[in-house]
């Protein structure tokens, strides 16, 4: 067979994303803030976009068969032809409202209901009372205190002697921001005329504060004391802290060795080990964190439904100037102006189409987190069931890589407070009965109520929890109960027996 150069026919098939279906993909990530912004730029960059008055928004009916009636059809579904553009008629974007009917289901008496102070659309300054389960939105935006101001509140408490207290005070203030006590001991002990001995008690005692972890001198210190007031400072783990920078370097199978546990032992410490704060210090400063502004609003209708909207007060209403375009064309002279101008204005189409198709997309997501998540809006936390994206994904037919950009950076206001809608998402947990699954955040409720309940005389140890767990329906170990209580900032019934007994000097 020779060779040579010849031409072939070949047919494929490919997937191309437009710069328009990259730009709609990223709008769907963006909260309603950051929409704010971006509508911003595009009314700079296109002299065809303007900003209209807020009119009546499409609702939509969803009734206890999940049947949707459409009542009001969206301006966007009537776009106006650039050869139609003499008419002055604005395309526009409304917010939007479904309507959900209450769920037929009882699932017991219904508690007290928050009170939530904001009529209609949301004014940015609602108050979140009542349940307790999340911060207002204006305590979200307040700054916390500093580290220092922190231990030095806790320092009288834990000592009576005063020049152990004076030493303790200066340590603290020699902390960084981390937490971490940057110079040696015995440079303390040279500016202070101290002894040693007298020193290390002093650190000791400034390590006991809260957060766990300050005052620590290096990585592994800093881990091992919050290993030790977990009450999980076993050989075991003891070794595994000693060699951190063998975890660093991925020599694991070695140091599973070392530390004498098994496979699945050794995950779970490592597990463990990755929940401990290596800067524990960063959680006090003095900076002042942005509020958080819902992009949802959730209200209870008199018939028992739910009206789910998006937030007007941060989401301007998007029209195409027809007027100013029609008079801009009439003023061009070339067809290369003509050619720009009429860019702009299939810009300005796309982007209108866009941006109502955004808030369809969220307004039938959030709808669906509500009607899956009804008994928590009703009852509250204990009643939030496992879901995961690919649930809500399937019921409102999209894909669950969508269904995750619009739940990115969004968040949700309801009477019970302001939640992020990723919240809505947890793991499930087998109940001992065998019948379904609870949500993880059911189960911390749980935990967080018995040990708000216990008797200081009686501090529930984590093995107390599991049994008493168990008599609920839960059917959890005792590592994964210690797991849960760690994630929702609750100490050991060491730490907290220590804590009371503090309380009770007071």
């Not at 509140?153 to 340590?171: E, K, M, N, S, Y």
């Not at 766990?212 to 999980?232: F, M, N, P, W, Y």
């Not at 789910?308 to 941060?314: D, G, K, M, R, S």
């Amino acid at each position: 067979m020779g060779l040579g150069p010849r031409l072939d026919l070949r047919q494929s098939q490919s997937l191309v994303m437009t710069p328009q279906l990259q730009q709609a993909i990223k709008l769907l990530a963006l909260s309603n803030l950051e929409i704010e912004t971006f509508i911003g730029d595009a009314l700079e960059a296109n002299p065809l976009l303007d900003i209209g008055e807020l009119a009546p928004a499409p609702v939509e009916t969803i009734d206890a068969d999940h049947r949707r009636t459409t009542l009001e059809s969206s301006p966007v579904d009537q776009l106006i032809g650039e050869g139609r553009a003499a008419e002055d008629r604005p395309l526009d974007i409304d917010t939007g409202t479904l309507d959900m009917d209450r769920d037929t289901g009882d699932s017991g008496d219904t508690p007290a209901m928050a009170e939530v102070a904001f009529e209609g659309p949301y004014d940015g300054e609602a108050r979140v009372s009542g349940s307790g389960e999340a911060p207002g939105i204006d305590e979200q935006g307040s700054g916390g205190e500093t580290l220092a101001a922190h231990l030095h509140a806790q320092i009288g408490a834990v000592t009576r002697d005063p020049r152990q207290a004076f030493i303790g005070r200066f340590l603290i203030d020699q902390l960084d921001e981390a937490g971490y006590l940057p110079i040696p001991l015995r440079e303390v002990c040279n500016d202070l005329q101290v002894p040693l001995v007298e020193a290390e008690a002093a650190l000791a005692l400034v390590q006991t504060l809260d957060p766990t972890g300050v005052g620590a001198r290096t990585l592994s210190e800093c881990i091992a004391l919050q290993a030790k007031e977990a009450d999980r400072h076993d050989p075991a783990m003891a070794r595994l802290i000693e060699n951190l920078d063998m975890v660093a370097r991925g020599e694991l199978a070695r140091l599973k060795r070392m530390c004498g546990v098994d496979d699945e032992d050794f995950a779970d410490m490592l597990a463990e080990l990755r929940g401990y704060d290596p800067k524990p210090g960063l959680q006090f400063g003095t900076s002042v964190t942005e509020p958080v502004v819902p992009d949802i609003l959730i209200t209870s209708r008199a018939d028992g439904g739910w009206n789910v909207a998006l937030n007007q007060a941060t989401l301007p209403r998007l029209i195409v100037n027809r007027s100013y375009y029609v008079e801009m064309r009439g003023a061009c002279g070339d067809r290369g102006d003509k050619g720009w101008l009429s860019e702009r204005l299939a810009d300005a189409n796309w982007l209108v189409k866009a941006l109502d198709q955004r808030q369809k997309t969220i307004l039938k997501v959030a709808s669906e987190i509500v009607r899956q998540q009804d008994g928590f809006f009703r009852h509250g936390v204990s009643q939030l069931k496992p879901l995961t994206l690919r649930t809500v994904a399937e019921t409102v037919s999209l894909h669950e890589s969508t269904v995750s950009r619009v739940t990115s950076n969004k968040y949700l206001l309801c009477e019970r407070g302001t939640f992020e809608l990723k919240y809505f998402f947890t793991s499930g947990v087998a109940s001992s009965d065998g019948e379904g699954a609870v949500s993880a955040e059911a189960v911390k409720a749980a935990i967080r109520q018995l040990i708000e309940a216990e008797d200081s005389k009686a501090i529930l140890s984590d093995d107390a929890l599991v049994d008493l767990l168990n008599t609920r329906g839960f059917d959890l170990a005792r590592r994964t109960v210690a797991k849960y209580r760690e994630a929702i900032g609750l100490g050991s019934s060491v730490q907290r027996r220590r804590q009371k007994a503090l309380s009770g000097k007071r």
